[in-house]
């Protein structure tokens, strides 16, 4: 295992009296200090990012919210806020010194308007609870994604998320018709009426999901829901490059109403998923990549796949082999290929994880020179890409590059950008890519960017450094 990026550590106190400010707020119980508790808050999931925090503050709800933010503006404490702590690019881990404010206690479950297909949960709810909560009422939520389990809908909601049912529903952002966020000077900014209609001035709602935790704190969200989908059906295809899964993606979507999964991995990634998960090959032979698609209704659409399959096996000679799961055992074990990659690769070393946006016209083209960039940069490093097909989302993940992640991280998005993309897709720009910003924003988005937080967070309370230096 090899050994993140480490901030300098500050003493594990905080300024003086704000420990003491803040247990009033939320009771002693919530307000951790002791380096054992606080630990886990401190890390990021890849291990690459960490940081002392002066303290961890639990608030439960929005009024907690607002007095731990006027708490901390009073004592000069800055902020970080973090949710399920899955995210990928350090925005949610302390750089050292501020205070950790975790949402995970702010997690009531509203009663769900069935009849408007909404609900108004808290900011700490994980994505799993609240799709178990919609089941019961045959709905569920636009968007999904592996790290379902820990992800909060605060989380979500703050980097934007994509995941896996872009293609049908778009990203989380699409799913919020309202929203409750703590400001920097502890007023509340509350709209949850979800009015699908709403033409009353700027869309607050709108920039303050993906603001990355730096324009206010989430603590509660209204989001449109979608039917729940339970008859699925999903196939494997071995391919022999990703041109020939872009022409079956296409194919594919013409002929596929109900399809809402595309999702792209290659040789390489499939050897590291079999080697840490034991998982026999999912179709005989080795194929340079393979296509995970699937289909979602409300009866059983297997046929209608594979119908479509064998008119494409016919016509495209690119498709080696096909293989449809339509029990939910065998839907799994499917998945389990696509979705075991990031806990796969991390399981080898720390990665250099980079999330890009590629028009598709070049994406081919941008998949084939990634690993060429990633070697001028960091000689013997091993890439694995796979990704989100539809909406051109490469995730490249470098292995093996210590001492050269910023060389890496400059390739792989010059790259990128020269071929129009962009430098995140959907993790979000955090810590991690603050200094590339430009690369995918001009002068004069950045001097609006950074005048929308002046004026929203005019001393920087909320976590500094990131998305904005
Ligand atoms: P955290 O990691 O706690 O925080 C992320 C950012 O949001 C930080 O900047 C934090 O300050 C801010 N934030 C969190 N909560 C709030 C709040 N209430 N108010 C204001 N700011 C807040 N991402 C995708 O987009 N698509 C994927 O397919 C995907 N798959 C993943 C798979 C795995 C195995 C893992 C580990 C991660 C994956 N991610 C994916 C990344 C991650 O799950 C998402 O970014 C997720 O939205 C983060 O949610 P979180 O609650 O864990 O947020
Ligand atoms: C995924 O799609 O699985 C994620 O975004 C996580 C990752 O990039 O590792
Ligand atoms: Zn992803």
């Given at each position: 295992v090899t050994v993140g990026r480490t901030w300098a550590s500050p003493p594990a106190t905080a300024p003086g009296g704000l420990v003491a400010a803040l247990r009033e707020v939320?009771?002693?119980?919530?307000v951790l200090v002791d380096p054992e508790l606080t630990a886990t808050y401190e890390t990021d999931w890849t291990r690459r990012f960490t940081g002392r925090a002066h303290c961890v503050v639990r608030p439960a709800s929005t009024p907690e919210v607002a007095a731990v933010l006027r708490a901390c503006a009073a004592h000069a404490a800055t902020v970080v806020t973090q949710g399920?702590?899955?995210?990928?690019?350090?925005?949610?881990?302390?750089?050292?010194?501020e205070v950790l404010l975790s949402t995970t206690r702010i997690a009531d479950l509203g009663d769900v308007d069935r009849v408007a297909a909404q609900v108004t949960v808290g900011a700490g709810v994980p994505l799993v609870a609240l799709q178990t909560h919609l089941r019961a009422y045959g709905l569920d939520v636009g968007v999904d994604l592996p790290?379902?389990?820990?992800?909060t809908v605060g989380g979500l909601v703050a980097t934007n998320a994509g995941g896996e049912r872009v293609l049908r529903y778009g990203s989380m952002r699409a799913q919020v018709v309202g929203m409750e966020a703590v400001l920097a000077d502890g007023s509340v900014l509350s709209r949850?009426?979800?009015?699908?209609?709403?033409?009353?001035?700027?869309d607050l709602v709108g920039l303050l999901a993906g603001s990355e935790g730096t324009l206010g704190v989430i603590t509660r969200v209204r989001l449109r829901l979608v039917p729940l989908l339970a008859a699925r059906s999903v196939a494997l295809l071995a391919l022999d490059g990703i041109a020939a899964a872009l022409a079956a993606l296409a194919a594919l979507k013409e002929r596929l109403p109900t399809l809402d999964a595309a999702e792209l991995f290659l040789a390489e990634g499939l050897d590291l998923v079999r080697s840490h998960t034991g998982l026999p090959a999912p179709v005989p032979g080795a194929h340079p990549a393979y296509l995970l698609v699937e289909c979602a209704d409300r009866s059983d659409p297997s046929e209608r796949l594979l119908a479509a399959l064998g008119e494409l096996s016919g016509a495209m000679p690119g498709i080696s082999d096909a293989v449809v799961a339509e029990d939910q055992a065998s839907r799994h074990k499917l998945w389990r290929y696509r979705e075991a990659h990031t806990e796969s690769i991390s399981a080898v070393g720390v990665p250099v994880k980079l999330d890009v946006g590629v028009p598709l016209a070049a994406f081919a083209a941008v998949a084939s020179s990634v690993g060429p960039a990633v070697e001028g940069a960091a000689p013997g490093a091993r890439t694995i890409v796979f990704g989100h097909l539809n909406e051109g989302n490469l995730h490249v993940n470098v292995l093996g590059a210590q001492g050269r992640e910023d060389a890496v991280t400059d390739a792989v998005l010059r790259l990128v950008t020269a071929h129009g993309g962009s430098i995140s897709a959907e993790h979000g720009v955090g810590r991690a890519k603050v200094a590339w910003l430009p690369l995918s924003r001009s002068e004069p988005e950045l001097a609006a960017m950074r005048a929308i937080k002046r004026s929203l967070d005019p001393t920087g309370l909320l976590n500094p450094g990131v998305l904005i230096s």
């Amino acid at each position: 295992v090899t050994v993140g990026r480490t901030w300098a550590s500050p003493p594990a106190t905080a300024p003086g009296g704000l420990v003491a400010a803040l247990r009033e707020v939320v009771g002693a119980a919530h307000v951790l200090v002791d380096p054992e508790l606080t630990a886990t808050y401190e890390t990021d999931w890849t291990r690459r990012f960490t940081g002392r925090a002066h303290c961890v503050v639990r608030p439960a709800s929005t009024p907690e919210v607002a007095a731990v933010l006027r708490a901390c503006a009073a004592h000069a404490a800055t902020v970080v806020t973090q949710g399920g702590n899955t995210g990928l690019v350090g925005g949610g881990v302390p750089a050292g010194g501020e205070v950790l404010l975790s949402t995970t206690r702010i997690a009531d479950l509203g009663d769900v308007d069935r009849v408007a297909a909404q609900v108004t949960v808290g900011a700490g709810v994980p994505l799993v609870a609240l799709q178990t909560h919609l089941r019961a009422y045959g709905l569920d939520v636009g968007v999904d994604l592996p790290a379902r389990d820990s992800a909060t809908v605060g989380g979500l909601v703050a980097t934007n998320a994509g995941g896996e049912r872009v293609l049908r529903y778009g990203s989380m952002r699409a799913q919020v018709v309202g929203m409750e966020a703590v400001l920097a000077d502890g007023s509340v900014l509350s709209r949850l009426a979800g009015l699908p209609k709403d033409n009353t001035g700027y869309d607050l709602v709108g920039l303050l999901a993906g603001s990355e935790g730096t324009l206010g704190v989430i603590t509660r969200v209204r989001l449109r829901l979608v039917p729940l989908l339970a008859a699925r059906s999903v196939a494997l295809l071995a391919l022999d490059g990703i041109a020939a899964a872009l022409a079956a993606l296409a194919a594919l979507k013409e002929r596929l109403p109900t399809l809402d999964a595309a999702e792209l991995f290659l040789a390489e990634g499939l050897d590291l998923v079999r080697s840490h998960t034991g998982l026999p090959a999912p179709v005989p032979g080795a194929h340079p990549a393979y296509l995970l698609v699937e289909c979602a209704d409300r009866s059983d659409p297997s046929e209608r796949l594979l119908a479509a399959l064998g008119e494409l096996s016919g016509a495209m000679p690119g498709i080696s082999d096909a293989v449809v799961a339509e029990d939910q055992a065998s839907r799994h074990k499917l998945w389990r290929y696509r979705e075991a990659h990031t806990e796969s690769i991390s399981a080898v070393g720390v990665p250099v994880k980079l999330d890009v946006g590629v028009p598709l016209a070049a994406f081919a083209a941008v998949a084939s020179s990634v690993g060429p960039a990633v070697e001028g940069a960091a000689p013997g490093a091993r890439t694995i890409v796979f990704g989100h097909l539809n909406e051109g989302n490469l995730h490249v993940n470098v292995l093996g590059a210590q001492g050269r992640e910023d060389a890496v991280t400059d390739a792989v998005l010059r790259l990128v950008t020269a071929h129009g993309g962009s430098i995140s897709a959907e993790h979000g720009v955090g810590r991690a890519k603050v200094a590339w910003l430009p690369l995918s924003r001009s002068e004069p988005e950045l001097a609006a960017m950074r005048a929308i937080k002046r004026s929203l967070d005019p001393t920087g309370l909320l976590n500094p450094g990131v998305l904005i230096s």
